[in-house]
C-alpha cells in the first residue's frame, strides 16, 4: 500500500490539478444501496468533520488530506476502474449536527462508505446510525473506546483514549521514574475522560501516586482554583489529557501559579506550539506527549505527502492530516480487495486488512482498533522534537 500512495501521489503531481466533488455539493442521483452503487460511473465516499468552531483545526486537516488522497487516486487509476466522489459535511463538532449530517449522506448522497467524524463525540453519535444503515465506517482521529463497540462495521485509524492513557502512564512511571502524578481532564468531554481513567488506573497499579485529580468543564479559561490544589502537591508529572486551546491555557496558568512538573498528554496536544504563542513558548517547553506518527521519519511515502500537503495548502501537515490520509486509503485498499463497494464485502475486506501506510502498518483487533505503536513527543525549542517510538 505504501508503493501504491507513492504512487498515486506521483501521479497526481505529473497529471495536474482535477478537483474532487466536496463541501456542500448533492451527490449525483443512484441508488440507496452500497451494493447497488457498484455499477455506478462513481463511488461516492462521505465525510464528517468539524470545519469550522473549537475542533476546526483537526477538522480541515483531515478533510483537506482526504480530498488530497481523492485528487491522486482520482488522477491514478482510480477505484475499481472509477472516480471517487468524496462529500464533506462541517459538522462543527456536535453530535446533533454530526446524526443530522450523516442522516444527509445516506439518505440524499447515496454514499457507500463514511470516512468520519474527526472527534470522538461526534463520532460517538454517528456509530450507531452507521451500524444501523451497515454502511462501513472509519474514524481517523476519534480516539474514544466505544466508538469501535457500536458494531461490526466500525473502525478507525488512530490509537485509543485507553492505549494512550495507558501508555503515558507507563511511561511516567517506568521511563521517567515518577513517583507522583496530579491530573486534570475535562469531564464533559468524552475524550479528555477517557485518558484520565485510564491514565489513573494504570498509575496505580504501577505505584504512581495520584495525589491530585481535578476537572473542569467545556469553555472554561480560568484553571486556578484547580491548579492550586495541584500546587500544592508539588507532582513529579501533571497529566493533562485534554485538546490543545485548553493545554495552552492550563499550562500557562500552571506555570504562573509555580507548578514545576513535566506536563504530559495525548495526541490532543498537537497544535499546542501554535496556539500558545511566542510569549507563553516556555509554559509547554520540556513537556512530552504521545502521537500517532514522527514527521522526522525518512519513510518516502510519508515525506511525499508532507510535500504534496504543503504545496496544496500552504501550511505544514498535522497528525490529523496524516491520519486523515491513512483512513480515506485503508477504506480504498478495502473496497479494492472486496472488489466491489458492496458494505458486507468491504466490512469483510477492512476486519483482515494488513495495511502499510504514513503512521506505519496497520492491522485490527477484534474490536476494529489497530494495532499499532506511538510516537513520544517532545516540545523544545519552540518546536516538536520526535523521541522514539514507544510501547509499553
Same mark, same amino acid.
Given at each position: 500500500?505504501?508503493?501504491?500512495?507513492?504512487? !498515486?501521489?506521483?501521479?497526481?503531481?505529473?497529471?495536474?490539478?482535477?478537483?474532487?466533488?466536496?463541501? &456542500?455539493?448533492?451527490?449525483?442521483?443512484?441508488?440507496?444501496?452500497?451494493?447497488?452503487?457498484?455499477?455506478?460511473?462513481?463511488?461516492?465516499?462521505?465525510?464528517?468533520?468539524?470545519?469550522?468552531?473549537?475542533?476546526?483545526?483537526?477538522?480541515?486537516?483531515?478533510? &483537506?488530506?482526504?480530498?488530497?488522497?481523492?485528487?491522486?487516486?482520482?488522477?491514478?487509476?482510480?477505484?475499481?476502474?472509477?472516480?471517487?466522489?468524496?462529500?464533506?459535511?462541517?459538522?462543527?463538532?456536535?453530535?446533533?449536527?454530526?446524526?443530522? +449530517? /450523516?442522516?444527509?449522506?445516506?439518505?440524499?448522497?447515496?454514499?457507500?462508505?463514511?470516512?468520519?467524524?474527526?472527534?470522538?463525540?461526534?463520532?460517538?453519535?454517528?456509530?450507531?446510525?452507521?451500524?444501523?444503515?451497515?454502511?462501513?465506517?472509519?474514524?481517523?482521529?476519534?480516539?474514544?473506546?466505544?466508538?469501535?463497540?457500536?458494531?461490526?462495521?466500525?473502525?478507525?485509524?488512530?490509537?485509543?483514549?485507553?492505549?494512550?492513557?495507558?501508555?503515558?502512564?507507563?511511561?511516567?512511571?517506568?521511563?521517567?521514574?515518577? *513517583?507522583?502524578?496530579?491530573?486534570?481532564?475535562?469531564?464533559?468531554?468524552?475524550?479528555?475522560?477517557?485518558?484520565?481513567?485510564?491514565?489513573?488506573?494504570?498509575?496505580?497499579?504501577?505505584?504512581?501516586?495520584?495525589?491530585?485529580?481535578?476537572?473542569?468543564?467545556?469553555?472554561?479559561?480560568?484553571?486556578?482554583?484547580?491548579?492550586?490544589?495541584? +500546587?500544592?502537591?508539588?507532582?513529579?508529572?501533571?497529566?493533562?489529557?485534554? $485538546?490543545?486551546?485548553?493545554?495552552?491555557?492550563?499550562?500557562?496558568? !500552571?506555570?504562573?501559579?509555580?507548578?514545576?512538573?513535566?506536563?504530559?498528554?495525548?495526541?490532543?496536544?498537537?497544535?499546542?506550539?501554535?496556539?500558545?504563542? *511566542?510569549?507563553?513558548?516556555?509554559?509547554?517547553?520540556?513537556?512530552?506527549?504521545?502521537?500517532? $506518527?514522527?514527521?522526522?521519519?525518512?519513510?518516502?511515502?510519508?515525506?511525499?505527502?508532507?510535500?504534496?500537503?504543503?504545496?496544496?495548502? &500552504?501550511?505544514? +501537515?498535522?497528525?490529523?492530516?496524516?491520519?486523515?490520509?491513512?483512513?480515506?486509503?485503508?477504506?480504498?485498499?478495502?473496497?479494492?480487495?472486496?472488489?466491489?463497494?458492496?458494505?458486507?464485502?468491504?466490512?469483510?475486506?477492512?476486519?483482515?486488512?494488513?495495511?502499510?501506510?504514513?503512521?506505519?502498518?496497520?492491522? /485490527?483487533?477484534?474490536?476494529?482498533?489497530?494495532?499499532?505503536?506511538?510516537?513520544?513527543?517532545?516540545?523544545?525549542?519552540? !518546536? /516538536?522534537?520526535?523521541?522514539? $517510538? $514507544?510501547?509499553?
Amino acid at each position: 500500500m505504501k508503493q501504491r500512495i507513492l504512487a !498515486a501521489a506521483m501521479a497526481a503531481v505529473m497529471m495536474g490539478a482535477a478537483l474532487t466533488g466536496c463541501g &456542500n455539493k448533492p451527490a449525483e442521483s443512484g441508488s440507496s444501496s452500497a451494493a447497488a452503487n457498484t455499477d455506478a460511473s462513481e463511488i461516492v465516499i462521505g465525510g464528517l468533520a468539524p470545519l469550522t468552531g473549537n475542533a476546526s483545526i483537526y477538522g480541515i486537516a483531515v478533510n &483537506n488530506a482526504i480530498q488530497l488522497a481523492v485528487e491522486q487516486i482520482n488522477q491514478g487509476e482510480g477505484v475499481l476502474g472509477k472516480k471517487i466522489k468524496y462529500i464533506s459535511y462541517d459538522t462543527k463538532n456536535d453530535a446533533t449536527e454530526a446524526v443530522n +449530517a /450523516y442522516n444527509k449522506l445516506v439518505q440524499n448522497d447515496k454514499i457507500v462508505a463514511l470516512v468520519g467524524d474527526v472527534t470522538s463525540t461526534p463520532t460517538l453519535a454517528v456509530a450507531p446510525e452507521a451500524v444501523k444503515s451497515g454502511i462501513p465506517m472509519i474514524s481517523a482521529t476519534a480516539t474514544a473506546e466505544d466508538v469501535t463497540a457500536a458494531g461490526p462495521n466500525v473502525f478507525r485509524a488512530c490509537f485509543t483514549d485507553p492505549f494512550q492513557g495507558d501508555l503515558m502512564a507507563n511511561y511516567a512511571s517506568k521511563k521517567l521514574n515518577a *513517583k507522583t502524578a496530579a491530573i486534570i481532564y475535562n469531564m464533559a468531554d468524552d475524550y479528555s475522560v477517557g485518558l484520565a481513567e485510564t491514565f489513573e488506573k494504570t498509575a496505580k497499579d504501577l505505584g504512581l501516586e495520584i495525589v491530585a485529580k481535578e476537572s473542569y468543564t467545556t469553555n472554561d479559561v480560568d484553571f486556578k482554583s484547580q491548579l492550586t490544589k495541584i +500546587a500544592a502537591k508539588s507532582p513529579d508529572v501533571f497529566f493533562v489529557p485534554v $485538546y490543545y486551546q485548553d493545554v495552552a491555557l492550563i499550562a500557562t496558568q !500552571a506555570r504562573q501559579l509555580g507548578i514545576k512538573s513535566t506536563l504530559l498528554g495525548g495526541d490532543g496536544w498537537d497544535g499546542v506550539i501554535e496556539q500558545i504563542g *511566542k510569549d507563553n513558548a516556555s509554559a509547554v517547553e520540556g513537556s512530552l506527549f504521545c502521537s500517532q $506518527y514522527s514527521a522526522e521519519s525518512t519513510d518516502p511515502a510519508l515525506q511525499k505527502f508532507l510535500e504534496d500537503y504543503k504545496a496544496k495548502y &500552504n501550511t505544514d +501537515a498535522n497528525m490529523f492530516a496524516v491520519l486523515g490520509y491513512d483512513a480515506l486509503h485503508i477504506l480504498v485498499q478495502a473496497i479494492e480487495e472486496a472488489g466491489s463497494t458492496d458494505s458486507k464485502a468491504v466490512v469483510e475486506k477492512l476486519t483482515a486488512i494488513k495495511y502499510s501506510g504514513l503512521t506505519g502498518e496497520i492491522t /485490527y483487533d477484534e474490536n476494529r482498533n489497530p494495532i499499532k505503536q506511538a510516537a513520544i513527543t517532545q516540545i523544545k525549542g519552540g !518546536a /516538536y522534537k520526535f523521541l522514539e $517510538y $514507544y510501547s509499553k
